[in-house]
């Protein structure tokens, strides 16, 4: 797993957003809030990135 850091994420209902769009996009992720951190599967990274700018947040490894 990569681990991308999601300075934007603020509460539960970033997490859900993220995780929707994540779970359609068939990418294994792992989120963690405190940390504003998601995890992500090694071989998506690029997609998950992707996701995540669509959504509005800035994602960095």
């Given at each position: 797993?990569?681990?991308?850091?999601?300075?934007?994420?603020?509460?539960?209902?970033?997490?859900?957003?993220?995780?929707?769009?994540?779970t359609a996009a068939d990418v294994?992720?792992q989120v963690n809030l405190e940390?504003?951190?998601?995890?992500?599967?090694?071989a998506k990274v690029d997609l998950?990135?992707?996701?995540?700018?669509?959504?509005?947040?800035?994602?960095?490894?």
């Open positions: 797993m990569t681990t991308l850091n999601v300075p934007d994420m603020h509460c539960p209902k970033c997490v859900a957003r993220i995780s929707d769009a994540l294994a992720f940390a504003k951190t998601v995890a992500v599967d090694e998950a990135i992707s996701e995540l700018d669509d959504l509005g947040f800035d994602a960095t490894v």
